[in-house]
Structure formats: structure tokens, C-alpha cells
């Protein structure tokens, strides 16, 4: 146990030196201090902390309205964008070079040389990586937290759940960058690999999305030979999706998890109706939240967690028999 | 008795592409000596320690290190060890290296915070021991690499080029701290290049050459087996006291005189036939094989038994 908090402690102290944690923890602060900034009257809503206000009809105080287009801020704005996206991006430049300096000659002789066995070794230097992003993300979360009591009034500790995905999202890629980095012990090497499989994912989560809208949701012009012919099309991509990790269907489960009005579950139907107001067409916007829900959490995380624990058996098996 | 604090039976490394690095390796170490393990470059000195220290795997191994199996991990918290080109992350503090060393030995800060003030005193790191380590020139980051590898109090120490990059002081407060290492008990394991700084501390040494222990023993008798007496004349001699001198087995060279074995008593004859004679004697001096002469000698034989 000792050994354990040791490394841990050495992950925190390591990260602590690299300035790019404090940047991104800089830019997460002001996001944070962005969307404080928000906030809502009688007669419509403000940015900037009332430096502009504009009136609108739905988003006033105390309406259900508000706390959605709120939620929705962070959930379709927020999240998607600053943490699953630019803040994955900085945390695996910032991680990725661990594992490689950690296997550097003169380096690993001074961990492997204790009695501690290299698996513990290498599962908690995994697991201390992962400390860039749940500091991240855990007090980014937390200021979102407060932020939600200030503007809506009520303590929503729900949001609260965006804390692990987005860890998991971040734990899939990192699978990716510690396994070709035990390989090559190349650092590049280990992030341009995870954002092939990144992409590769968002290529193919896009072509299992659509694929599911035109087979199963939409009528396509009642031509329901077309859907027939789609769905071998659809389970093919099915097939496909499945090895690889779904980072954009685990954040947006978090919309499943989410309270909003005291009710569980976000709805993007509702968001979307709500941003676009009169103009919305509540027909057109039917079967989205169906298709976000298409497939079922332990799809979603499991097959996930597969692709990483397998990546991870592989990374821990070479790196327990090596010669350093 | 005590038994060997490392009894290895075989020990053998071949690396991908067939390379034999340790050809069956069999040596003993006794406990609280000062061991030396000598060899040219690519000899397999460092494949040895970090075999013994779970770095790297051995092809085949038969042997106990501190009563255990090689390769068993919890020996390894009474084992210190300071590899070659030690790199420690340059992020730490000098402190908190050494107290890393402990954490993995299975030390808390607490437990570990009086020692790990001893040892940086010890090593002259004190006053530096909140710097972080990037700021450090070599020798500092050797002496902080000595402290880390005795903060688990070892029975056991591997040094792998202890003195590598440190300057001539720090190179005595090494052995000092060598020596004292040794008086409490520790056994001392050192890899070197430095072969006049291992024979003012060793006990034994073995030499390893192309992955084969080729000479292993008491430091003492090794360099003794070469042991010769040297007498400096005034003046040359005559070539019949040459040549009765011969008979007396002795080697006239150069105005020198030279008398092989370390016995006194045997070079008395040869005194009193000089006395005898009125050949005035300069000096006599007792000559014995160097470290590093014994070194070159055994490469040397070793090259020279290779297959052609």
C-alpha cells in the first residue's frame, strides 16, 4: 500500500511540473468562471455577470426553461467541446511521456528494483496518469456544481456524473498511448495512435448514428424497402463499432443520467426546441433522443472497457516481461 | 559460518539475436565484504546486478540472494542499488528521490524521515536536499543516488559505477561511506571501471569477461600470486656475478635486480651474496601486482584463449 500511495504521490508531484496542467487548469477556470457568468432575470437571462442581458420569453428566472438551457450549456456546449475534446487533447500531451520516461534507462532500475511487483508498478502509474484528468475535470465539475446552486437554486449533484465519463473517455485513449508507448517507448508514436483510434471512433459512431436514424427512425420517404435494405448495413457497422471505444456515446450518456426539473434524463429534443423557439418543428426533432439512447449503457461502457482492459492486459504483459 | 549473502550456481542471459550476455555465471559473495565486479565494456557486469535485481530476466538461473531465490521481490526490501547512469526524475527534490526509494521499499515519509536526513548529511546532500534535482551537477546527483539506494538500511548494496562523474573528494567520501557500510554489517556489491578505487576498498573481486567469470578470489591472494622483490644497484654488475645470481634465481635486468615470490626470507641468500661481493645496494622494494595490472593480464589471457 505504501508503494502505491508513493507512486501515486510521484504521478501528482509530476504533473504538478508540467505546465501544461497548469494551463489547462488556467482555461478550465476561466470556462468555469464563463459559465458563472451566466445568469438569469425576470425578464430574460445575462452574460458576462449582467454586463449584457437581453430579454427572452422562455429563458427568464425560475423558469423549467432556464435550468434546462443551463444544464444544456454544459452538457451539449461545455462538455462535448472544452472537456471531451481540446482538454483530452492537452491531457494526453501531457501524459503521454510518462510511461516512456518512466522505462528510460536509469530510470526504471529504481522502481524495479524494489519489492514491488511490476504489475502493481504498472497499474498505478496507469492509474496516477489519469490524475491529470480527474483533477481536470473534478474541479471544473465542482465549480459547475456551485454554479447551478447560484444561478438555479438547487443543489444538482447529477452533473456530477460528468466527473467519471469523461474520465473514462480519457482512460480508453490512454489505454491506446500506453500501449504503443511500452512498445516503441515512443511519446509521438503514443498520441498519434490514440487519435487514430479517436477518430477512427468518431468516424464510425458517425456512420452507426446515421445508419440507425435511416433503418430504424426515420421514414425516408415511406420507403420502407430502403430501411430493410439499410439494416444489414447498420448491423455491419454495428460489428465494427463494437471493438472500438465509444468516447462520444459515453459522454453523451451522461444525458441519461442527468436531472433536470427533478426529472431524470436530459433531453436534446427539448434543448433543441427550446434554442430554436418558434422556429422549432417538434416533428423533425422527434426520435433524437431515441437515437442518442440507441444503444444501451453496457454496450456503450462495456465494449469500452473491453478495448481498454484488453489494450491494458496486452500493455501489462509486455511491460512485466521485459528486459530494461 | 554465516552463509553467502549471494550463492549463485548459474546464471545465464542470452538477449533476442542470440547474444550470450552471461555464460553461466557461478560466484559467491560472503557477507559484509566489499565485492568487486570487474570487466571490459560489454563484459556483463550490469546484465549480472540487474538480473539480481529483477531488471532483467535470466535465460537460466540457480542461485540465492540473502537466503531467497533470485528473483524473489520481497528480498528485495533489505537490497539497496544504484544503477549505472542513474536518471531521477528532475521534477523531485534531492529528498524526495531518496525518499521515493523508501515509499517503494515499503518506508513511510515518517518512518523513513530521520534516516533519510542521516543519509543526506551522510552524502553531503543536506544543504541542497530541497533543490529539485534538475538544478544538480553529476557528482550531486550521485551522491543522491547513494543515499536513495541505503535508505531501506540493506544488507545487500549494489553500486553500479558508484564514482562515475564524481570528483576526487567525493570519490573518497565514497569509499569512506563504502567502508563504513561495510563495518555495519552491509555487503557491499560494486561494479567498476575504476579499478584503483575498488582495490582501496575490496575484499574479493571477480572478473568477468564476455559474459565469463574468469578469475574470482580474495583480493589479497590474487595480487599476491604475482608478489616480486625489486633491488636498485649503484652500479652495474659484472657478467659472472650475473650469472651467479641467475643460479640463485634471480633476474638481472637493466642494473635492477628481480626476485620473484613475496617470502623474506628466501631473498636472503641474494642479500648476503650482494653484501658479500661489496655491491653497493640502492633500495630494495617489495612489488606486487596492482588491481589493474591483475585486470589487463586476465583480459588479456581471456582474449587470447578465444577460438581463432
Redesign the interface.
Known amino acids: 500500500m ?2 502505491i ?3 501515486l ?2 504521478s501528482y ?2 504533473l ?2 508540467r505546465a501544461l496542467f497548469w494551463i489547462t487548469l488556467g482555461i478550465s477556470g476561466l470556462v468555469g468562471l464563463l459559465y458563472l457568468s451566466i445568469g438569469f432575470n425576470e425578464g430574460g437571462m445575462s452574460l458576462f455577470f449582467g454586463l449584457v442581458s437581453f430579454e427572452h420569453e422562455l429563458f427568464r428566472k425560475g423558469s423549467e426553461w432556464a435550468e434546462l438551457l443551463y444544464i444544456g450549456i454544459f452538457t451539449k456546449f461545455i462538455v462535448p467541446l472544452w472537456i471531451t475534446w481540446i482538454a483530452i487533447i492537452l491531457g494526453l500531451i501531457s501524459t503521454a511521456s510518462i510511461f516512456p ?1 518512466f522505462m ?14 511490476r504489475l502493481k508498478i504498472f497499474l498505478t502509474k496507469y492509474l496516477g496518469s489519469l490524475l491529470f484528468m480527474l483533477i481536470q475535470v473534478g474541479l471544473f465539475t465542482v465549480l459547475v456544481f456551485f454554479a447551478l446552486k447560484l444561478r438555479m437554486g438547487t443543489w444538482n449533484p447529477s452533473v456530477l456524473w460528468m466527473v467519471p465519463l469523461s474520465l473514462l473517455v480519457f482512460s480508453y485513449l490512454y489505454a491506446v498511448v500506453v500501449l504503443v508507448t511500452v512498445i516503441t517507448k515512443s511519446t509521438l508514436a503514443g498520441i498519434l495512435f490514440a487519435l487514430l483510434i479517436w477518430f477512427g471512433s468518431f468516424i464510425m459512431n458517425a456512420v452507426e448514428g446515421n445508419l440507425y436514424a435511416a433503418a430504424y427512425t426515420q421514414s425516408q420517404g415511406g420507403d420502407a424497402e430502403m430501411q430493410e435494405n439499410l439494416k444489414p448495413w447498420y448491423r455491419a457497422s454495428v460489428a465494427l463499432y463494437t471493438v472500438l471505444p465509444k468516447t462520444k456515446q459515453t459522454i453523451e450518456f451522461g444525458d441519461r443520467l442527468i436531472t433536470v426539473g427533478g426529472q431524470k434524463g436530459f433531453s436534446t429534443e427539448d434543448f433543441t426546441a427550446a434554442l430554436l423557439g418558434a422556429e422549432a418543428d417538434r416533428e423533425d426533432l422527434e426520435g433524437i433522443d431515441d437515437a442518442v439512447r440507441r444503444n444501451s449503457g453496457f454496450y456503450v461502457i462495456g465494449t469500452s472497457l473491453i478495448f481498454e482492459g484488453v489494450l491494458l492486459s496486452l500493455a501489462g504483459w509486455l511491460f512485466c ?1 521485459r ?2 | 559460518m554465516e552463509p553467502p549473502v549471494l550463492d549463485l550456481k548459474h546464471v545465464r542471459k542470452v538477449y533476442k539475436g542470440k547474444v550470450e550476455a552471461l555464460q553461466g555465471i557461478a560466484l559467491q559473495v560472503p557477507p559484509g565484504s566489499v565485492f568487486g565486479l570487474l570487466g571490459p565494456n560489454g563484459a556483463g557486469k550490469s546484465t549480472l546486478v540487474k538480473i539480481l535485481t529483477t531488471i532483467i530476466r535470466a535465460t537460466e538461473c540457480e542461485g540465492e540472494m540473502l537466503g531467497q531465490p533470485i528473483g524473489h521481490k520481497p528480498s528485495l526490501q533489505k537490497v539497496g542499488y544504484l544503477p549505472e547512469h542513474a536518471r531521477f526524475p528532475d521534477y523531485l527534490t534531492g529528498r524526495q528521490v531518496v525518499e521515493y526509494s523508501a515509499g517503494m521499499a515499503g518506508f513511510t515519509v515518517r518512518q523513513a524521515s530521520s534516516r533519510v536526513e542521516a543519509l543526506l548529511e551522510l552524502v553531503g546532500m543536506r544543504d541542497w536536499a530541497q533543490r529539485k534535482v534538475r538544478t544538480y551537477s553529476k557528482g550531486m546527483k550521485q551522491r543522491v543516488g547513494i543515499a536513495q539506494a541505503l535508505v531501506n538500511d540493506p544488507k545487500l548494496l549494489f553500486l553500479d559505477e558508484p564514482t562515475d562523474g564524481v570528483d576526487p573528494e567525493g570519490r573518497r567520501e565514497i569509499r569512506e561511506i563504502v567502508k563504513r557500510m561495510r563495518e555495519e554489517g552491509c555487503t557491499v556489491f560494486i561494479n567498476t571501471h575504476l579499478l584503483s578505487e575498488l582495490e582501496q576498498v575490496a575484499d574479493r573481486v571477480a572478473i568477468l569477461a564476455k559474459g565469463a567469470l574468469v578469475r574470482e578470489g580474495d583480493l589479497e591472494e590474487l595480487t599476491k600470486s604475482k608478489e616480486e622483490y625489486e633491488i636498485v644497484l649503484a652500479s652495474p654488475l659484472s657478467d659472472e656475478l650475473v650469472y651467479k645470481l641467475e643460479t640463485l634465481s634471480a633476474v638481472v635486468a637493466n642494473g635492477h635486480i628481480l626476485f620473484k615470490g613475496g617470502d623474506p626470507k628466501q631473498l636472503q641468500p641474494v642479500i648476503d651474496f650482494l653484501r658479500h661481493h661489496e655491491v653497493v645496494i640502492q633500495s630494495i622494494q617489495r612489488n606486487r601486482l596492482s588491481l589493474e595490472e591483475l585486470f589487463l593480464e586476465v583480459v588479456e589471457q581471456s582474449r587470447n584463449e578465444e577460438p581463432t
Not at chain 1, 104 to 117: H, W
Request: negative net charge; hydrophobic residues 40%.
Open positions: 505504501i508503494a500511495i508513493t507512486l504521490l510521484d508531484r509530476l504538478k511540473a520516461d528510460s534507462e536509469g530510470s526504471i532500475e529504481l522502481s524495479l528494483s524494489k519489492p514491488v511487483s516481461r528486459d530494461f
